[in-house]
């Protein structure tokens, strides 16, 4: 039903043309990065193999796999890479080019999400007990509801104050 309802906002051009534009320059944003990574290790590519290589690593990661993705982007940005940069230590250097990469995009993404816990009065505890249930829970009397997985499916920033009640607190 709200998949519905979502789809009616592309009856509307001008929110159609805004989420077009907006994921264009999403996507330029995060190949910028990738290009200003591999100018740092020299690769010396041309702007479009960054753009591939930020949309293998990122289809590749929709896959079901490790927390944050750990090998399979690497594994998908060392390919494009290497599809395109020959020569001795091409691939150490598209290996070590995907490692830090993949660290400088899932680091700063990561000490942001524990600084808004931190402002949200997350307990880091919740986050270490994510496999008790609700019984559980209340037979110890502890204050954690619900698993993390279904914590951030359900729960966004705009929808916290609404959503106080999945938190036993």
């Known amino acids: 039903d709200a998949f519905i309802v979502g789809l009616r906002s592309l009856k509307e051009r001008r929110l159609v043309f805004a989420a077009i534009w907006t994921s264009a320059l999403s996507w330029s944003f995060e190949a910028l990065m990738y290009w200003l990574i591999g100018e740092g290790f020299g690769?010396?590519?041309p702007f479009p193999v960054y753009l591939l290589v930020a949309a293998a690593a990122n289809v590749i990661i929709t896959v079901p796999s490790t927390s944050g993705?750990?090998?399979?982007?690497?594994?998908?940005?060392?390919?494009?890479?290497?599809?395109?940069?020959?020569?001795?230590?091409?691939?150490?250097?598209?290996?070590?080019?995907?490692?830090?990469?993949?660290?400088?995009?899932?680091?700063?993404?990561?000490i942001i999400g524990l600084i808004f816990l931190w402002f949200m009065h997350v307990p880091?505890?919740?986050?270490?007990?994510?496999?008790?249930?609700?019984?559980?829970?209340?037979?110890?009397g502890s204050d954690y509801c619900l698993p993390l997985s279904v914590q951030s499916t359900l729960i966004s920033v705009q929808d916290y104050g609404k959503s106080e009640h999945l938190f036993c607190r």
């Open 43 to 45: 690769l010396n590519l």
């Open 124 to 140: 880091i505890i919740r986050l270490l007990r994510n496999n008790m249930t609700d019984a559980h829970a209340n037979e110890t």
């Open 69 to 110: 993705g750990i090998g399979p982007f690497e594994w998908a940005a060392k390919s494009v890479v290497l599809i395109f940069l020959a020569g001795e230590g091409s691939e150490e250097l598209a290996i070590a080019y995907a490692a830090a990469l993949h660290a400088l995009v899932l680091i700063p993404i990561t």
